[in-house]
């Protein structure tokens, strides 16, 4: 871990600055629109750091030691900003990652991570809904600019995992009348908001312009009527969790500045998407949560405790305690 990396992941515990950065737009319903989310190239944590970045010789970007198919979807979708605004170099960065994400899909449509993740109980090979929806959205965008249908069709398969339990092989929780798309597919799930709302956007696109059949569309009313019930869930008064989960001694998973900042812009926009106030209203509440000095207190307090068992499981070699839902 270089100095960079330690200081960027310093100011996302410790954040000093704690005004609304990060920026975003609500849906026109226009196909083809530029992504809602507006991704920042600058260094983590406020931005994604890809500034300076390498590329493959394909085009696809080389920012990691595998190729994770969200940060592609993501430099996507920064990219297409700019390439419907003319510029050709981007329009081909654009599509250089689009077409990684067709040719990388499994015949199912699904995105398989080659690593574990321990905090999740995620062996190798797991699936994740975050970027089966925001493949989703890179390849419309794809369809929009070029009108080829295999590109439509691709996006369409994206979509697939998120139509199956994670316990028959998808990417989703569907239980009980419920739906949520989760973006560590593995049991048990945790359910993390922030994943669950990109893959939720990726499915309301192509039914709201038309490309999607009844299935998916119930399914996508189910989330939301899903969504409805446990938003209070993910608030601890006036800020946001991370996921529907507690570490091995009961501590809610509390979401970092960055990613409290990102729910809130996702459910405006979500709000935009389905008409439920009630989003709007939580994602309001947690804005006003980054103004309160007892809320911050408590987000530097989390985020000291959370320094402290990394260091301490780096010193004895601890293994991670995965978190379990709530």
Request: net charge neutral; glycine share 10%.
């Amino acid at each position: 871990m270089n100095a960079r990396h330690v200081t960027g992941e310093l100011r996302r515990i410790f954040p000093l600055q704690w005004e609304m950065t990060r920026e975003y737009r609500l849906p026109q319903g226009v196909l083809g629109e530029p992504y809602f989310i507006s991704w920042d190239p600058a260094p983590y944590p406020k931005g994604e750091s890809w500034n300076g970045i390498s590329f493959h010789g394909d085009g696809v970007i080389n920012i990691n030691t595998y190729r994770n198919p969200v940060q592609i979807a993501q430099y996507a979708l920064y990219q297409y900003r700019f390439a419907t605004n003319g510029d050709a170099a981007a329009r081909e960065r654009f599509l250089a990652q689009a077409r990684y994400l067709v040719a990388a899909q499994r015949p199912d449509g699904g995105y398989e991570y080659p690593i574990a993740l321990p905090a999740y109980s995620a062996k190798p090979g797991f699936l994740s809904g975050m970027p089966q929806g925001e493949a989703a959205s890179v390849l419309l965008r794809a369809y929009a600019l070029t009108k080829d249908e295999g590109l439509l069709a691709a996006g369409l398969r994206a979509l697939g995992p998120l139509q199956r339990d994670v316990r028959d092989g998808g990417a989703s929780y569907l239980r009980d009348g419920a739906v949520c798309f989760e973006e560590v597919a593995a049991e048990p799930l945790c359910h993390i908001l922030n994943g669950h709302l990109y893959a939720a956007f990726g499915m309301w696109e192509y039914i709201h312009h038309g490309f999607a059949d009844d299935t998916l569309k119930k399914l996508h009313d189910r989330a939301v009527e899903t969504l409805d019930r446990w938003i209070e869930r993910y608030d601890v008064d006036g800020w946001s969790c991370y996921d529907l989960a507690a570490d091995n001694a009961g501590r809610l998973h509390l979401a970092p500045l960055w990613y409290h900042q990102f729910h809130i812009a996702q459910l405006r926009i979500y709000t935009v998407m389905t008409g439920n106030d009630r989003f709007a209203a939580v994602a309001e509440r947690w804005s006003l949560g980054m103004k309160r000095i007892g809320v911050r207190a408590r987000v530097w307090q989390y985020g000291a405790g959370s320094l402290t068992r990394s260091l301490r499981r780096r010193i004895t070699g601890a293994s991670v305690s995965p978190f379990v839902p709530t």
